[in-house]
């Protein structure tokens, strides 16, 4: 059974900072490129970092960078999102999402979310 777990949420005041980790089981992770989504109230869903299977390369929103880190521990099926200097603006819920392709075939997986709130 394919499982991605968000943990790591919560309230922070704005300029702290917060680490969500996604773990990982059912898949082989490693094979795996790990996205972070986030979706605030009544907007899209909107990509926030990207790492690729063995970490070599990651991608940010401009809105995040500088600000965020994804990196991942591909022996613990965990994919990380340091974020520091938190913004009200970055309230939101945070996704995880697992993508591959095998066989000409793609696979999409999604977390169930975990929120996290910035005060102002």
């Known amino acids: 059974q394919v499982q991605l777990v968000e943990s790591g949420g919560g309230l922070v005041q704005a300029g702290g900072s917060l680490r969500l980790s996604c773990a990982a089981s059912?898949?082989?992770?490693?094979?795996?490129v790990m996205w972070w989504y986030r979706q605030a109230p009544g907007k899209e869903r909107e990509l926030v970092a990207?790492?690729?299977?063995?970490?070599?390369?990651?991608n940010y929103a401009d809105s995040v960078k500088g600000r965020f880190t994804i990196s991942r521990d591909n022996a613990k099926n965990t994919v990380y999102l340091q974020m520091n200097s938190l913004k009200p603006e970055d309230t939101a819920v945070y996704y995880c999402n697992a993508v591959g392709r095998f066989n000409k075939t793609w696979y999409n997986y999604w977390g169930q979310g975990t929120q996290v709130t910035v005060s102002s």
């Open positions: 059912g898949f082989t992770f490693s094979s795996y």
């Open positions: 990207a790492i690729t299977s063995v970490g070599g390369s990651t």
